[in-house]
């Protein structure tokens, strides 16, 4: 609340400056650039790398195919091209396969997206290996690399790999605050300057231009400093929550998958997960569905190991029906 502030638009901002250098920073990058939401961070990655009628080669289940209401072909023109990966990391011989020729009626492959840790495959992490790998195909084709780090920090607590290791395979990379870190608002995108410089255009005008935002980004940047190293607790509890429902009757879950603060896993006794997750809110137990059958549990910073254990007791009656 005592944040200094200044007008970001004219880049007069200290503490919104303070969060990009630093961010910038973390992640071995030149320039970074605030933004109010993973999805505008994404998006504008996808713009300063292509132009309309380009295309864009992605895991199947990636976030920007399915979660940011189709803006890449709505607002930018784009076509992705969706490679089915196991548990949603593609293999580098998939993404060879998925980039085109030359022929004047091939779409243009532009740039490869990648999602570390993977959403909606239950917060997969990629290995560094995979990703150079993923990165050399790209470059000897002339592809950019984006990452959709929206998660970048599980990934690297989980795998020991440092963000800015990560980091050095993309061009871009967007990293959210406002999920396992805690902040209540915001994104940055981080890249080289020549990048960081289009991404302020493509900002402002899709309306992202914040004014005295000092106010947000100071939380954010106090999530930066404080809460990165918290969120193994996150990983050990949702290794726990996943043992403890793997064990109940109406449920179908493998705890050896999770690596992450994701659990996922399907109802198996006929209900739908609507039905289930109805249940589970009356019982204050909130998850979100993600099919017919499936849930996602994730475990966050204002979560105890005691709270898994009295989530678990609650979710019992309801997920542990023979
Ligand atoms: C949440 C999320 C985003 C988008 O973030 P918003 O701030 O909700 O727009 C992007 N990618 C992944 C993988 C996410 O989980």
């Given amino acids: 609340m005592t944040a200094r502030v200044g007008d970001d638009v004219f880049g007069e901002d200290p503490t919104v400056l303070e969060l990009e250098s630093r961010t910038a920073e973390l992640l071995g990058k030149e320039a970074a650039v605030y933004v109010p939401s993973g999805t505008m961070s994404n998006q504008i990655g996808l713009r300063v790398h292509t132009r309309p009628g380009d295309e864009v080669i992605l895991e ?6 399915h979660y940011e209401g189709a803006a890449a072909a709505g607002l930018s023109g784009l076509q992705l091209y969706p490679v089915h990966g196991e548990r949603g990391i593609m293999r580098p011989s998939q993404v060879v396969e998925a980039i085109r020729g030359t022929q004047n009626w091939d779409p243009r492959s532009r740039l490869v997206c990648l999602e570390n840790t ?7 992490v990629y290995s560094l290996d995979v990703i150079k790998d993923i ?17 970048l920090w599980n990934a690297s607590v989980a795998s ?4 800015a290791e990560y980091a050095a395979c993309f061009d871009t990379i967007s990293v959210c605050l406002s999920k396992g870190l805690g902040a209540p608002v915001g994104s940055v995108l981080v890249g080289s300057r020549k990048y960081i410089d289009r991404a302020r255009r493509e900002r402002k005008a899709l309306g992202g231009g914040m004014r005295q935002v000092g106010i947000i980004a100071a939380a954010a940047l106090h999530a930066l400093d404080h ?8 990983h050990d509890n949702a290794r726990v929550l996943a043992d403890g429902l793997a064990a109940f009757r109406s449920v179908q879950l493998d705890p050896s998958l999770v690596e992450t603060n994701i659990v996922m896993f399907d109802v198996v006794d006929g209900r739908s997960s609507m039905e289930v997750l109805g249940e589970l809110v009356t019982a204050g137990v909130r998850m979100v569905p993600f099919g017919p059958t499936r849930i996602r549990a994730t475990t966050h910073r204002d979560l105890s190991a005691e709270d898994i254990g009295a989530a678990l007791e609650r979710a019992a009656p309801i997920l542990d029906r023979s």
């Fill in 227 to 234: 809460h990165r190293a918290d969120l193994k607790k996150d």
């Fill in 135 to 151: 990165e050399s195909v790209a470059r000897e084709h002339g592809l950019a690399m984006h990452l959709d780090g929206a998660r």
């Fill in 60 to 65: 199947a289940d990636a976030h920007i195919r």
């Fill in 118 to 124: 993977h959403n909606r495959a239950g917060g997969t």
């Fill in 160 to 163: 020991g790999t440092s963000e």
